[in-house]
């Protein structure tokens, strides 16, 4: 069984940066999708960005291209979500994710890591 635990979450002045984590146990190949997802009070929840986990290939929504970075330790199982000049905006729970190559849906999630910026 997979499982994603994130941390790093904070309260952070606008223009900050922020590190969050997601290590993850129970993957059983190389051929997962890790992705980054949050949601607004009041908001639907949105991609932010996946990487492939082998070969490390990265895609991000529009809204982050630039200021946010989807990075991994290999060894660790662990995959980063570094934000930089981070707005009011983005203001939200994240959440780590995790589904096979193929698959549509993603099947894993982790808890959620609260990140406020202040303005």
């Known amino acids: 069984q997979v499982q994603l635990v994130e941390s790093g979450g904070g309260l952070v002045q606008t223009g900050g940066s922020l590190r969050l984590s997601c290590a993850a146990s129970?993957?059983?190949?190389?051929?997962?999708?890790m992705g980054w997802f949050r949601q607004a009070p009041g908001k639907e929840r949105e991609f932010v960005g996946h990487?492939?986990?082998?070969?490390?290939?990265?895609y991000y929504a529009d809204f982050v291209k630039g200021r946010f970075t989807i990075s991994r330790d290999f060894a660790k199982t662990t995959v980063f979500l570094q934000m930089n000049s981070l707005k009011p905006e983005d203001t939200a729970v994240y959440y780590c994710?995790?589904?096979?190559?193929?698959?549509?849906?993603?099947?894993?999630w982790g808890q959620g890591t609260q990140v406020t910026v202040s303005s």
């Open positions: 994710a995790a589904k096979l190559l193929h698959s549509r849906q993603y099947d894993y």
């Open positions: 129970g993957l059983t190949s190389s051929s997962y999708v």
């Open positions: 990487m492939r986990w082998s070969g490390g290939s990265t």
